[in-house]
Every structure is written in structure tokens, then in C-alpha cells.
């Protein structure tokens, strides 16, 4: 069966903290890999992923895939309050999510 | 330009009722699908529809069924509802099939089921 597992579950920050966000994944014909935001209700999408070893870029948020040890990485450098939120990430077509890493960034 | 609506916002519901939730995706794009998404766990799987057509299915009971229209517009429909459908349910579309294409999400259709 294909999941997507994330860590840590839940993390707590001061501002100006750099977190990293860890998803692995075992999925049949793996296609791609994706990390999204979800503040209230829709999830806002972030990053797709789907070759190994390229860092992908957007302000202070950057991921990076590696194909051959199943997982993915999401850096936040200089963390902000405005960065509070659960981060998903989601693999293939379809999208099979993880649970989810709780971010809460305190001033 | 409008992004993927959905309605209604807040639902609430009885056990053993009928729901259909509804969902616009977003001008041009074809394939829809649906997530549902319990307090505290990530989104799950439930349809992928694309022209029309179901592309494919979660691991959900014959009680879900869904259907896309000519207008790409979407239904969700779940009989025999119980207390474990309390739930926000997405949808998010996308312009078509492909792992390039990335999915848009709609704010959800909050339903609880008493």
C-alpha cells in the first residue's frame, strides 16, 4: 500500500528559527512529490518535485528530492509568525498525503 | 479569475441522511478530484475524474460516489451517512492529466454529521 510519512508531527519555533520538514514515501511508480500549506481550509500548493537532487526555491522556503532514499526535505530559513501552519506533502498523481508536520512560529 | 469553488461551506447532517457536495474548478481546467480530510490528518483520496470520465478511486465504501459534468463542474455524493463522514471535504482541479500539472484546492465543504 502507498504512504507518505512525515516528521516530526508537530514543531514549535521562535522567529528567526530554520526548521527542516521531513517526508518519506513508498509509492508504486513514483511520479512526483509535492509540498503544500494549509492555514485554514485549502491547501495552497508550494513545490513539485520530481527529479533528484535539484533544490527548488521560493523566497525563504526551498525542498529538495532524493529519488533513491524515498524521502524529501522542506527548508524555512528565518522563520516568520506568518509561517504558523500545517505543511503536507503528497506524492503522485493522485495524491497520497502524509499527516502533516504542525508548524507553530512564536515571536 | 474565480479559483475552485465549493458548496455549501458548513453542512450539518444526521445519521443515516444523504449529502451532495458540489465543486466548480477553475475556468479551462478538466480533471477533478476529491479529498476528505479528518481533524488532525492529512487529506485522503476519494475520486479523480478527468473529461468525464472516473480515473480513480480511493479506498472508500460504495456509500461515495461522485460524477463530473460537461462543464467540468463536480458532485459528491455520500449515502447512509455516518458520525465518521464528519469531515472537510476538498476538491481540487487542475488543467488536465499529467504529473506535470499541479492541483488547485478549494476551501472545503465542512460537513458534520449528528
Known amino acids: 500500500e502507498d504512504k507518505v510519512v512525515q516528521s516530526p508531527l508537530s514543531l514549535v519555533v521562535h522567529e528567526g528559527d530554520t526548521v527542516t520538514l521531513n517526508c518519506s514515501y513508498e509509492?508504486?511508480?513514483?511520479?512526483?512529490l509535492l509540498w503544500y500549506k494549509q492555514e485554514k481550509k485549502a491547501p495552497t500548493f508550494l513545490f513539485m518535485l520530481?527529479?533528484?537532487?535539484i533544490e527548488k526555491k521560493s523566497g525563504r522556503l526551498s525542498s529538495i528530492l532524493d529519488k533513491k532514499e524515498l524521502f524529501s526535505i522542506l527548508n524555512i530559513t528565518a522563520t516568520q509568525t506568518g509561517d504558523s501552519a500545517v505543511y503536507l506533502c503528497?506524492?503522485?498523481?493522485?495524491?497520497?498525503f502524509g499527516t502533516g508536520t504542525r508548524l507553530q512560529v512564536f515571536p | 479569475d474565480a479559483g475552485v469553488t465549493q458548496s455549501p461551506t458548513h453542512l450539518i447532517k444526521t445519521r443515516g441522511q444523504h449529502v451532495t457536495l458540489r465543486c466548480s474548478p477553475i475556468?479551462?481546467?478538466?480533471?477533478v478530484s476529491w479529498y476528505q480530510q479528518v481533524l488532525g490528518q492529512g487529506p485522503q483520496f476519494i475520486f479523480q475524474?478527468?473529461?468525464?470520465?472516473?480515473?480513480g478511486r480511493g479506498n472508500f465504501p460504495d456509500r461515495f460516489s461522485a460524477r463530473q459534468f460537461p462543464n467540468y463542474s463536480s458532485e459528491l455524493n455520500v449515502n447512509a451517512l455516518l458520525l465518521g463522514d464528519s469531515a472537510l471535504y476538498l476538491c481540487?482541479?487542475?488543467?488536465?492529466?499529467?504529473?506535470?500539472?499541479?492541483?488547485?484546492f478549494g476551501s472545503g465543504t465542512r460537513l458534520t454529521v449528528v
Open positions: 509509492v508504486t511508480n513514483f511520479r512526483s
Open positions: 503528497a506524492s503522485n498523481d493522485k495524491l497520497i
Open positions: 520530481t527529479s533528484s537532487g
Open positions: 475556468s479551462g481546467h478538466k480533471s
Open positions: 475524474y478527468y473529461e468525464k470520465e472516473e480515473r
Open positions: 481540487a482541479s487542475r488543467i488536465s492529466q499529467g504529473v506535470q500539472y499541479g492541483y488547485t
